[in-house]
């Protein structure tokens, strides 16, 4: 009787220890996370790296035209949205995969985000309205910290806003029509050596290009959601 209570109460002293042991871990994790966005809060103030990293993901046919590109005056407004939280004990990025229709970006990865409304105050209302629409988070969730360098996406003619913000917690995600399924994608996926790929898409004229890009989750990442991810993943890594 005596081993019985003696095993009972080492039983308990075990399941209180492991308890206590996940809570430390769960702090120690919940801490990476806000030194992550501390950082990353601080470095959005300073000059952003610009065109320089956005075009190490850019397709090499159209480089050039890149390089000297100009926003023309009746390019459409729009605003996306790199969001960041905590799954698993690591920071997550959220990117979609938008539904296939008729649409210029069908089938393609890209953050939550789409085109200014009329009734939108400014881009970040965009980011966040487009963000609530398509996965369903609520924009009083939502920190914004910061924002990356806009960039001409001559196909859609959207100038594109990319703003930069967090939640705290996992969210519960709940998907419009426009999209096909979400990416939740580790930050540590996009800034390993490895991170950065070749391979071979089809163009809007129907020919195949070998174009530089983030392969994560048998998805290929490509074109200005690729370039955006390149200067998020430069301001993180420096």
Not at 62 to 78: D, H, Q, T, V, W
Not at 123 to 137: D, F, N, P, S
């Amino acid at each position: 009787m005596h081993l019985k209570v003696e095993f009972r109460r080492f039983l308990k002293d075990i399941s209180v220890y492991l308890k206590i042991k996940k809570s430390v871990i769960l702090l120690h994790l919940m801490k990476a996370f806000e030194n992550l966005i501390s950082k990353l809060e601080e470095k959005l103030r300073l000059p952003l790296p610009g065109l320089e990293e956005q075009l190490r993901l850019a397709p090499i046919t159209r480089l050039n035209e890149l390089k000297e590109m100009k926003i023309p005056g009746n390019a459409r407004k729009s605003a996306v949205l790199a969001l960041f939280y905590p799954q698993n004990g690591q920071a997550v990025v959220l990117l979609i995969k938008r539904a296939v229709d008729d649409t210029v970006h069908s089938g393609q990865i890209s953050f939550p985000g789409g085109k200014k409304e009329e009734t939108d105050a400014d881009l970040k209302q965009t980011a966040l309205r487009e963000t609530y629409e398509e996965v369903g988070i609520a924009p009083e969730n939502v920190t914004i910290i910061g924002t990356l360098s806009k960039m001409y996406i001559p196909p859609s003619n959207f100038e594109v806003q990319p703003f930069v913000g967090y939640v705290n917690n996992d969210p519960q995600l709940t998907t419009n029509c426009e999209v096909e399924s979400v990416l939740k994608v580790p930050v540590s996926e996009l800034t390993g050596t490895d991170s950065i790929q070749y391979k071979t898409v089809k163009g809007r004229d129907g020919e195949w290009y070998e174009v530089p890009c983030y392969f994560v989750q048998d998805e290929i990442i490509w074109g200005a959601t690729a370039m955006m991810l390149s200067e998020l993943t430069a301001i993180i890594s420096e």
